[in-house]
T-cell receptor, first 117, second 110 residues
């Protein structure tokens, strides 16, 4: 299957700082990338959908100014958590899809564990 | 509310036994997918079953889909300790947004 990587895998930061998480599709071009957040023992919640070259579409309740998403190329999307606070501590997972239709499988990255002190 | 709801929330079995997990959803779908997540890791895509399919096999996995009942089941036969993980069903009820169920935590005891 296709490979999606995330970097870093773990990050610990102080409250008030910004953190950037990278999501890369390694062996295919991803028209669409998705960012999810997962709290302990809970399911994945979609935060935003990102299409290459256009603005991300955020889910209701997700602050676009706090979670900045950039999808500058077909293989890279970044999520920046700005002015992070302890409540932003979570597991962030990206996924990438080669096409734009429902028939295309999403491939998930290994996740990034963010801890805000 | 969640598109997919799964039961049981947690399942503990002995190695060699079969594990069955169920997923129900609310709206019409084009397909339903099952994913596995090991603790603290990303998701691994297991199997996709389309709305016009009733059953699909992949190795020790068997997935059924009943669109009239809006439900699906995942059966893992001859379970192994390495199957211990959380299992999620996912559907795309609208647009291209994948919506996950609450998940079933499977523990296979050696």
């Amino acid at each position: 299957g296709a490979v999606v990587s995330q970097h870093p895998s773990r990050v610990i930061c102080k409250s008030g700082t910004s953190v950037k998480i990278e999501c890369r599709s390694l062996d295919f071009q991803a028209t669409t990338m998705f960012w999810y957040r997962q709290f302990p023992k809970q399911s994945l919640m979609l935060m935003a959908t990102s299409n290459e070259g256009s603005k991300a579409t955020y889910e209701q309740g997700v602050e676009k100014d706090k979670f900045l998403i950039n999808h500058a190329s077909l293989t890279l999307s970044t999520l920046t958590v700005t002015s992070a606070h302890p409540e932003d501590s979570s597991f962030y997972i990206c996924s990438a899809r080669q096409g734009a239709t429902r028939a295309d499988t999403q491939y998930f990255g290994p996740g990034t564990r963010l801890t805000v002190l | 509310s969640q598109q997919g709801e799964e039961d049981p929330q947690a399942l503990s079995i002995q190695e060699g036994e079969n594990a069955t997990m169920n997923c129900s959803y609310k709206t019409s779908i084009n397909n339903l997918q099952w994913y596995r997540q090991n603790s603290g890791r990303g998701l691994v895509h297991l199997i996709l079953i389309r709305s016009n399919e009733r059953e699909k096999h992949s190795g020790r996995l068997r997935v059924t889909l009943d669109t009239s009942k809006k439900s699906s089941s995942l059966l893992i036969t001859a379970s192994r300790a390495a199957d211990t993980a959380s299992y999620f069903c996912a559907t795309e009820p609208s647009g291209s947004r994948l919506t996950f169920g609450e998940g079933t935590q499977l523990t296979v005891n050696p």
